[in-house]
């Protein structure tokens, strides 16, 4: 059986790093010069877009939200006031937990995904296909 050395390993990993980068810088760039959205951003909006679904009056908790994303809590929030700003999500309180909060892609913030999701697959075909 064939194990891969210690040096394989590390030029995988080296290798992983350098398609992250690269895909990643790319979408952000391409994303923010075509529809004015980061990719944190992006990322956001399309993990809303799948959770609420066609429903326009679905919220998600923000806490369900985070175990999907890769940013810290402190850069969702941010991230999540970026796009409230840009009338692109609203957030709202929890009735019956003050300490819960609900997000909710707005018309603009769906029409935002929509317009974006070609860019972000044809950025990712490009670096992973």
């Not at 923010?32 to 909006?45: I, M, N, T």
């Not at 940013?71 to 929890?94: D, I, M, N, P, Y």
């Not at 009735?95 to 972000?120: I, K, M, S």
Request: include cysteine; charged fraction near 30%; charge should be negative.
């Amino acid at each position: 059986m064939y194990h891969d050395s210690d040096d394989d390993v590390c030029a995988k990993w080296s290798e992983t790093l350098r398609l992250y980068h690269g895909t990643s810088c790319e979408l952000e760039n391409a994303l923010q010069a075509r529809h004015e959205l980061g990719l944190s951003e992006f990322e956001l909006l399309q993990v809303l877009g799948g959770r609420c679904g066609v429903d326009a009056d679905q919220k998600v908790k923000m806490k369900d939200i985070e175990a999907e994303m890769y940013l810290s809590q402190s850069a969702l929030s941010r991230t999540v006031t970026r796009l409230e700003k840009a009338g692109l999500v609203e957030r709202a309180a929890c009735d019956f937990d003050r300490r819960a909060n609900f997000l909710q892609l707005t018309p603009a913030g769906r029409e935002r995904l929509h317009d974006a999701r070609p860019t972000h697959l044809e950025v990712l075909r490009k670096h992973l296909v």
